[in-house]
């Protein structure tokens, strides 16, 4: 199993170049992945190749495009680039995307977003691997004129979805190479998530799914504090009925329950719970949430688990 983190720089300073330093400092601690999420800021693609570019060995991805609001063709010309640049160490991950975000920020229907999403995977697939795509679907069309090979991405994207529900885990396991669960304690990866993905990836004749567990947590000593702070900040994701649906599988209420926090070997027991539970690979997010020294402190104890 491998350990990453997702970076997320905040403050006043280039984004850019934050970031580097940032993922310079996760290899050093001995992360083996960072991983980067996508809202209307930066371009997370274009942010992975240049990390990955700065970072030699790293693994770098994507958590995660939407679905809504992109098209196949861009997204490939971006992840093929991502790809090609780190010399085959970029991983795409894409998404559902949420109706709220969807319709305030793209001002487009959020209308059958598993029917879209497995259109676009089809579609996808066909695009990283053989530079070309002949798609008419009743969502979706792709097709090449001119090819759409990036030269140095010739061994292809790896394909993930941050899927949960029943129709997208299907999906997911149909047509793509794995999933990046969020806010998904161990029970519900063990007995909902992870048996759904890999029956469906069984039933389509494909490899055992990677399953990329991401975790929100940090190693500190002020566990109510943070907690109370986490609280706040995943509320967000509790008007979501996923992540709302994963949380209660998961046995909580609020999505912070999920969240991992303590010392340590809280935190230890916690990721060994997710191997347990059939994650082949567990990524922190929000480590930066009690600052610099609890987030150094966690990308230690990580590089320790990752080794």
Same mark, same amino acid.
């Given at each position: ?11 006043p300073?280039?984004q ?23 809202t209307?800021?930066?371009d997370s693609p274009?942010? #992975? *190749?240049?990390? @990955? /570019?700065?970072?030699? &060995? %790293?693994?770098? +991805? =994507? ?5 809504? $609001? ?13 790809? #090609? *640049?780190?010399? @085959? /160490?970029?991983?795409? &991950? %894409?998404?559902? +995307? =949420? ?5 305030? $920020? ?18 996808? /697939? ?36 941050a899927?949960?529900g ?51 947590g940090?190693v ?12 706040e ?12 649906r ?17 010392d340590?070997k ?30 150094r ?11």
């Amino acid at each position: 199993m491998t350990v990453g983190a997702a970076l997320n720089t905040t403050g006043p300073d280039n984004q850019i170049d934050a970031t580097v330093r940032l993922a310079e400092e996760a290899a050093a601690a001995g992360l083996r992945s960072v991983w980067f999420g996508q809202t209307f800021g930066a371009d997370s693609p274009q942010l #992975a *190749a240049i990390v @990955g /570019r700065a970072v030699p &060995g %790293l693994q770098v +991805g =994507t958590s995660a495009i939407p679905v809504f $609001g992109r098209h196949p063709l861009t997204v490939s010309s971006q992840a093929q680039t991502a790809q #090609a *640049a780190t010399h @085959g /160490r970029y991983h795409l &991950g %894409l998404a559902l +995307g =949420t109706k709220l975000l969807t319709e305030a $920020g793209f001002g487009i229907p959020f209308e059958r977003p598993v029917a879209r999403l497995r259109e676009f995977l089809i579609a996808l /697939r066909q695009l990283t691997e053989t530079g070309s795509a002949d798609f008419h679907g009743e969502l979706l069309t792709a097709t090449t004129p001119i090819p759409a090979r990036v030269p140095g991405a010739e061994v292809g994207v790896p394909l993930l979805v941050a899927a949960m529900g029943p129709q997208a885990l299907r999906a997911s396991g149909e047509l793509a190479d794995g999933i990046l669960p969020y806010l998904a304690g161990p029970r519900a990866l063990a007995e909902h998530i992870v048996p759904a993905v890999t029956a469906a990836a069984e039933a389509a004749g494909r490899p055992a799914p990677r399953i990329v567990a991401l975790v929100h947590g940090v190693v500190t000593d002020d566990v109510d504090a943070v907690r109370e702070t986490v609280t706040e900040q995943l509320a967000f994701y509790e008007q979501i009925p996923s992540y709302a649906r994963a949380v209660a599988l998961s046995g909580g209420t609020r999505a912070a329950d999920v969240a991992v926090i303590g010392d340590e070997k809280t935190v230890a027991a916690e990721v060994r719970r997710y191997r347990d539970a059939g994650a082949t690979e567990v990524v922190f997010s929000g480590t930066e949430v009690a600052g610099d020294a609890d987030r150094r402190r966690t990308w230690a104890l990580l590089g320790e688990l990752a080794g």
